[in-house]
T-cell receptor, first 112, second 109 residues
Framework: DSGVTQTPKHLITATGQRVTLRCSPR?????VYWYQQSLDQGLQFLIQ???????AKGNILERFSAQQFPDLHSELNLSSLELGDSALYFC???????????FGPGTRLTVL | EDQVTQSPEALRLQEGESSSLNCSYT??????LFWYRQDPGKGPEFLFT?????EEKEKERLKATLTKKESFLHITAPKPEDSATYLC??????????WGAGTKLIIKP
């Protein structure tokens, strides 16, 4: 157990809908990262927050947005969902911005 | 352009047959190199951090080493439970980790 929690574990929804994924980092970690992993694909970095501020942006679609709240938990919002958005979404956290990341168990999103 | 390449893509070994996985990188300003293990459908599990050439880290049957151009993950006398995808990631001067595509390791009993 890495100490990073993600909810929900599974999410099934329809095209065009909007969902919110939630992540709680390890105690003491200030950075939160979001990744997307499609079936048998590599990890695609989406976005990073450090202590509430956006620090880095990867290949995140405009339909996706994220934020980190004062209590350091983070939410990833996915809207106008398409079939191709079906994937595992991982959250990771680290102490700072140049440290090893610890991953949560992921949220499996299925878009029908 | 910063780049991380892992080889081989897949590796099948017999139980007890030692081998090495490679992670070569081209980045400006290496701040750290990380190794992870990922089981299917699970989040990557952190294994090691290496910061400078010549550094080595060990954990059970795994040993990670680092040179100026590449890192090796040596696996000694592997067991079937070592089967997983092993990921390498490099931290350069940017905040973003650069990930390799991974090596899928299969250990046959």
């Amino acid at each position: 157990d890495s100490g990073v929690t993600q909810t929900p574990k599974h999410l099934i929804t329809a095209t065009g809908q909007r969902v919110t994924l939630r992540c709680s980092p390890r105690s003491g970690d200030l950075s939160v990262y979001w990744y997307q992993q499609s079936l048998d694909q590599g990890l695609q970095f989406l976005i990073q927050y450090y202590n509430g501020e956006e620090r880095a942006k990867g290949n995140i679609l405009e339909r996706f947005s994220a934020q980190q709240f004062p209590d350091l938990h983070s939410e990833l919002n996915l809207s106008s969902l398409e079939l191709g958005d079906s994937a595992l979404y991982f959250c990771a956290s680290s102490v700072g911005v140049f440290n090893e990341q610890f991953f949560g168990p992921g949220t499996r999103l299925t878009v029908l | 352009e910063d780049q991380v390449t892992q080889s081989p893509e897949a590796l099948r070994l017999q139980e007890g047959e030692s081998s090495s996985l490679n992670c070569s990188y081209t980045v400006s300003g290496l701040r750290g190199l990380f190794w992870y293990r990922q089981d299917p459908g699970k989040g990557p599990e952190f294994l090691f951090t290496l910061y400078s050439a010549g550094e080595e880290k060990e954990k059970e049957r795994l040993k990670a080493t680092l040179t100026k151009k590449e890192s090796f993950l040596h696996i000694t006398a592997p067991k079937p439970e070592d089967s997983a995808t092993y990921l390498c990631a490099v931290q350069a001067d940017s905040y973003q980790l650069i990930w390799g595509a991974g090596t899928k390791l299969i250990i046959k009993p």
